[in-house]
């Protein structure tokens, strides 16, 4: 038997063993009360595990092949110049902000002590890179009808440190991209789209995450298509690939892919710095940086999930829809979600704000126990957390623009459902019939 004919044998039998184990799994009998029902997982069949396994008999392990078609492909799907594979989506966000840090955008560069503007009430990864390289976040409330950042204080926010908005798409619902872009347009600031909730979200017909100067993605197993662990940063800014480029692979001035010398055929020539003339230049840094690449393997089931992800989307919007109907006349006891307009979003998950005499402490619970897994808004107040509290107490580090009154009541009063692929009609209507029975269970 040839290497070739064996490798073919060991993937056919990749996929008697997805169909033997993972498929039945997957296809389960739904017992309502009895099966439970998770926000979000894993919807993958055997050409993901195909994929994987034969990444893994090339033994490349880092970057390589498939991780060059994953990019070429998610790129083409956002209608962007470049995409770059990353090991998660809280590695995206730090690459997408450290790249705005770079000396080469010389005084648009973001310096330590400028300000971003962003909101409290998401990941505490959007934030977490602002705080860590010494900028100052700023924070602006949030708006209760579509829970997206209140866009009308971005000017109550604005000062002569202002140098950028970062900003997540709550939930896979858009925020008024228009507004807050020509907010950007309007004072010269970069705009990070993070859109790690929102994959396939549509504003105005165009994809979230491509608005803005670097949009980033994450494919953590509860995201839109999955690959484990992995994420993405893109963009159409020549300079930005440049920079995005050098930070996720070490902070080189080289772009040789690994494995791969003198891609530029001059390798050993110009000067650099302070360094001899012809010094290596697989060895020179122009920035202080990362290695926040994703493996081959990764990307060998990313570029499987890649073409399930229109599916994907659809189910979520059918699913959202379902819920939405289902749920209805419960604007009396919720805060119903609704789309922003001119946006078509792609449903990460379905956001309920108890409204007065409905206390979330009380229907939480009662949803759990009946094998529901409810989330909260991420940080509800990231302000709040222990994380913060050195900050609190020396009142310095971070800046709120007006008050976090909405921000508080999302802490206080919202939690989401699950509305991702996995979840068949029947699912849909047993969640619809448990939040109703709470609610008249606690009123």
């Given amino acids: 038997m040839t290497p070739q004919e064996l490798k073919v044998e060991i993937l056919e039998k990749t996929k008697e063993y997805y169909k033997l184990v993972h498929e039945p799994a997957q296809h389960a009998k739904f017992e309502p009360s009895k099966s439970r029902i998770n926000y979000a997982g894993r919807v993958f069949d055997e050409h993901e595990m195909i994929n994987l396994v034969d990444s893994s008999l090339d033994f490349w392990l880092t970057y390589g092949t498939y ?30 902000f450290f790249a705005l840090t770079s000396p080469l955008l010389k005084e648009r560069r973001i310096k330590r002590g400028d300000e971003v503007i962003t909101v409290a009430a998401g990941f505490p990864t959007t934030v977490a890179p602002i705080v860590q390289y010494g900028a100052v976040p700023v924070f602006v409330d949030m708006e209760l009808e579509y829970f997206n950042i209140d866009h009308t204080k971005l000017e109550l926010a604005l000062s002569p440190k202002t140098k950028a908005v970062m900003v997540a798409h709550t939930l896979g619902n858009p925020f008024n991209i228009k507004a807050v872009k020509e907010f950007c347009d309007k004072h010269d600031l970069w705009l990070i789209e993070d859109n790690c909730d929102a994959l ?14 670097i949009g980033t993605s994450s494919f953590y197993p509860p995201h839109h298509m999955t690959m484990g662990e992995g994420g993405a940063v893109y963009t159409n800014n020549p300079k930005l690939h440049k920079i995005v480029r050098s930070f996720r692979d070490w902070g080189r001035d080289c772009v040789c892919p690994p494995g791969h010398d003198d891609f530029c055929g001059r390798r050993f020539e110009g000067r650099h710095g302070d360094l001899p003339y012809g010094y290596d230049h697989k060895y020179v840094y122009s920035h202080f940086g990362y290695n926040l690449q994703a493996t081959d393997m990764q990307a060998a089931v990313g570029v499987a999930q890649l073409k399930k992800l229109p599916s994907f989307v659809a189910r979520r919007r059918h699913n959202f829809a379902r819920l939405r109907a289902a749920l209805a006349d419960l604007g009396d006891a919720f805060v119903l979600p609704g789309a922003t307009a001119h946006a078509d979003p792609s ?7 108890c409204r007065d005499g409905v206390d979330r402490a009380k229907i939480v619970p009662y949803i759990e126990g009946r094998g529901i ?71």
């Fill in 67 to 96: 991780s060059k078609k994953f990019e070429k492909e998610f790129a083409k799907m956002l209608g962007v110049r470049w995409a770059f594979l990353v090991n998660s989506g809280s590695s995206a966000n730090l690459l997408a």
């Fill in 200 to 213: 396939g979200s549509l504003y105005e017909g165009k994809p979230t995450g491509t608005w803005g100067d």
């Fill in 347 to 353: 449903w990460f998950g379905f956001l309920l704000t």
């Fill in 373 to 443: 897994q409810t989330r909260m808004l991420f940080a509800g107040n990231l302000t709040k957390h222990p994380c913060f509290d050195a900050m609190r107490a020396s009142g310095e580090g971070y800046r709120v623009a007006g008050t976090l009154a909405s921000t508080d009541r999302i802490m206080n009063d919202t939690f989401w459902l699950g509305v991702y692929p996995g979840l068949t009609d029947a699912k849909i209507d047993y969640m619809a019939q448990v939040v109703r029975d709470a609610v008249h269970a606690v009123r």
